[in-house]
């Protein structure tokens, strides 16, 4: 099966300008997880959906970011404006079964964002 | 607690077994997974293993746990050089699919 998808893979922006990213995940699966993972550190969750509802949004920094699921399929991450801190590998992850099921995380190869 | 947490480093001699270790602080956790992140990467997934278990083996790889220390191990039999790479130790909680993670413990092969 096809893996998850992300785009672009790189990117290099200044502060105060905005970036996108996109992921598509495995076929089939209900669940979508962002991920920030900064040098040197584990990846920690930014959001999750399920389907294209939001099941857990709570370390995502509401006030520059952003990100939707829209028919519960494909997903956008925003940053805007972006901060030096705001470097990182951004990964998307998804699982086929819902909340507590123990379904395995798949990821894609992330994307690399420095912000100058 | 949420902390997963693992020693930094690793190096073994190609051939030999590694063992790399993981301490997690919330007793409530259901599965416990081992990741494998290549330079440039994503994570890739080894193995995981349900709280109710205590080893699991899957080919050269063996995982311990021990839920009344709340300790997780990975052992890789036979060591490659292709193993290099970084391994982190993930958790999930009861009613929850999302992981937490260790900082990672980067495994060197040395030939």
């Known amino acids: 099966e096809a893996g998850v998808a992300q785009s672009p893979r790189y990117k290099i922006i200044e502060k105060r300008q905005s970036v996108a990213f996109w992921c598509n995940p495995i076929s089939g699966h209900a669940t979508l997880y962002w991920y920030q993972q900064i040098l040197g550190q584990g990846p920690k969750l930014l959001i999750q959906?399920?389907?294209?509802?939001?099941?857990?949004d709570s370390q995502l920094p509401k006030d520059r970011f952003s990100a939707e699921r829209l028919k519960g399929v494909d997903s956008t991450l925003k940053i805007q404006p972006a901060k030096l801190e705001d470097s990182a590998v951004y990964l998307c992850a998804s699982s086929l079964g819902t909340r507590g099921t123990g379904s395995p995380l798949h990821f894609g190869n992330g994307t690399r964002l420095t912000v100058t | 607690g949420e902390d997963v947490e693992q020693s930094l480093f690793l190096s073994v001699r190609e051939g030999d077994s590694s063992v790399i270790n993981c301490t997690y602080t919330d007793s409530s956790s259901t599965y416990l997974y081992w990741y494998k992140q290549e330079p440039g990467a994503g994570l890739q997934l080894l193995t995981y293993i349900f709280s109710n278990m205590d080893m699991k083996q899957d080919q050269r790889l063996t995982v311990l746990l021990n839920k009344k220390d709340k300790h997780l191990s990975l052992r890789i039999a036979d060591t490659q050089t292709g193993d290099s790479a970084i391994y982190f130790c993930a958790e999930s909680k009861s009613g929850a699919n999302n992981l937490f993670f260790g900082t990672g413990t980067r495994l060197t092969v040395i030939p």
């Open positions: 959906f399920q389907n294209n509802g939001v099941v857990d």
